[in-house]
């Protein structure tokens, strides 16, 4: 083998290393960017702490809507009412749980919790973002029955801290009542994987490059 067929040889070894490693990547980046599959992965996830999903006085972050948390605390039974909507078959009752820190979250369960559970200490249920609400009037009122379980209300009717969203906790609720995390496109993720591609296109202009300086040189000797 010529020297210049050993060089060939080598450059074409690191080439194909090189567009191994960068589309590999770039397909790792890509499937991080594109989440078809975050759905089903949140319903199989591991349960987390109620502390991890939920912080007093931040929302709810998207990545842990529906994902499975334990909560642990007092459940206060004072405190319930209901949350009524026809359209969708939900008949829910939402009581409170007093937390570690003093603070206090939402419940909700199609049947009467506080009926079955109020010897308990510790429940596994759903991480929910608050629903939306009209906006308060400056003198309101809550009512026993809602049609969203919303933090503000719950701050106002349980004049406490309240923790934003609320845990779904039951058996034989509906999937499709269940907030997920969104589906879509991670831009930078995405700008990732185009760049890891556009390293592997390079790699392949460069070993062409190479290849014909060598072929090149070599036909000159």
């Not at 998207?62 to 605390?73: F, R």
């Not at 058996?171 to 592997?200: H, K, S």
Request: proline share 4%; with cysteine; net charge negative.
């Amino acid at each position: 083998m010529s020297r210049a067929s050993m060089r060939i040889f080598i450059a074409t070894l690191l080439a194909l290393f090189a567009l191994v490693v960068t589309g590999a990547l770039g397909v790792w980046q890509y499937s991080r960017a594109y989440r078809a599959d975050v759905e089903a992965q949140t319903l199989k996830a591991k349960t987390i702490s109620l502390d991890e999903a939920s912080k007093l006085g931040e929302y709810v972050p998207e990545k842990y809507y529906g994902q499975k948390v334990q909560v642990a605390g007092n459940l206060l039974c004072d405190k319930t009412f209901r949350n009524v909507i026809p359209a969708q078959e939900i008949d829910w009752h939402i009581a409170a749980i007093e937390l570690a820190d003093n603070s206090l979250i939402a419940v909700a369960s199609n049947t009467d919790f506080c009926e079955s559970q109020s010897a308990k200490t510790s429940w596994i249920g759903r991480m929910q973002p608050a629903q939306d609400f009209a906006q308060l009037p400056a003198i309101y009122k809550p009512t026993p029955t809602t049609t969203a379980i919303n933090t503000d209300d719950l701050v106002l009717r349980w004049q406490s801290d309240v923790r934003d969203g609320y845990v779904l906790i039951t058996r034989d609720v509906r999937q499709e009542l269940i907030v997920l995390p969104p589906v879509g496109i991670d831009i930078r993720n995405l700008f990732y994987a185009w760049q890891w591609w556009l390293f592997a296109g390079f790699t392949i202009f460069l070993f062409i490059r190479f290849v014909l300086d060598e072929l090149n040189a070599n036909a000159t000797e």
